[in-house]
């Protein structure tokens, strides 16, 4: 019998990173986005299995975009109707939608698979600071990798307190279920 373990859950749990694009190269960051999308920075990391992490990004008004693309750049989209093609400039999308433009350029570098649309769905963008409740997932800042300033492992986030109460209420009626 063997005793090698293979790769553990904890080796597959997904982290939330927080990402601020304030002065941000626009293509340095989705390059970067997608390499966390996809697990690249993990050891595990197989292309054919979906292991990268969560990412949010705030403050995508303020991102930055080098030499002449901002004069340059256009967005396109079909609305499959003759004549039903719609270009938007770059400062015109940067008023308009500002996450949009962050959202095409890291799908713009994922591979073009079928894991690239749930590795899109874990990547949430906010034109301001706040990112609302998700901010409470954060474990990682993205700057220099620290942890949050008021991080306690030995305290349970209160939804990882009342995920363990019912999985243990869950646990004890399966109990009772399998005894009878």
Request: hydrophobic fraction near 35%; charge should be positive; charged fraction near 30%.
């Amino acid at each position: 019998m063997s005793q090698a373990v293979g790769n553990t859950a904890l080796a597959y749990a997904r982290v939330w990173h927080q990402v601020d694009a304030t002065d941000r190269i626009l293509g340095k960051l989705a390059e970067r986005i997608a390499l966390v999308l996809m697990g690249k920075h993990k050891p595990i990391y197989n292309p054919s299995v979906d292991c990268g992490d969560y990412v949010i990004v705030t403050h995508c008004k303020r991102i930055r975009v080098s030499g002449r693309k901002e004069q340059e750049i256009l967005y396109r989209k079909h609305t499959m109707f003759p004549g039903g093609l719609q270009e938007t400039p770059y400062r015109d999308m940067m008023v308009k939608k500002p996450e949009e433009i962050i959202r095409q350029a890291v799908s713009g570098m994922l591979p073009k698979n079928k894991l690239r649309d749930r590795r899109m769905e874990r990547l949430r963008i906010f034109p301001g600071e706040h990112s609302g409740i998700l901010n409470a997932n954060v474990m990682r800042c993205w700057q220099d990798g620290t942890l949050p300033q008021d991080w306690n492992p030995t305290e349970l986030t209160p939804l990882a307190r009342d995920t363990l109460r019912r999985l243990r209420i869950f646990a004890v009626s399966g109990l009772e279920k399998s005894s009878r």
